[in-house]
């Protein structure tokens, strides 16, 4: 599935960030203020799945993957993703103050940004 067939009211600067995410090999694509985090996209991220219910996110391999972006680009604000990876955007937005959004993931969130189902 292409993130643009995911919501058809999501804006097209997402689709397109969602979609070069998933196309680079790191699942991670920045451009300007937003870091775009792929969802599952291997065996190993399978594995890591099972991790997130436990409370785990920290420990998986996007998450490790997200937070070396982020740290070479200062300059993002806003998080976008998709799938399972939407619980990198809820955990490090939450621990660096960033806006959130994520695209069919399967996480309940309280904290703030948007979620589409």
């Known amino acids: 599935m292409k993130a643009g067939e995911i919501d058809p ?10 979609d070069k995410a998933y196309a680079s090999e790191n699942k991670i694509y920045v451009e300007g203020d937003t870091m775009f985090i792929a969802g599952t996209a291997s065996f190993g991220d399978v594995v890591d799945d099972i991790s997130i219910p436990l409370g785990m996110t920290n420990r998986t391999k996007r998450y490790e993957q997200a937070s070396m972006a982020l740290a070479k680009n200062e300059q993002v604000k806003r998080l976008v993703a998709h799938s399972i990876g939407g619980a990198v955007p809820l955990q490090i937005g939450q621990q660096h103050n960033l806006v959130s959004r994520t ?3 399967p996480i309940m969130s309280f904290s703030g940004g948007d979620r589409y189902r």
Do not use: H, Q
Request: charged fraction near 25%; proline fraction near 0%.
């Open 9 to 18: 009211s999501e804006s097209i600067v997402d689709s397109e960030g969602l």
């Open 103 to 105: 695209y069919g993931a």
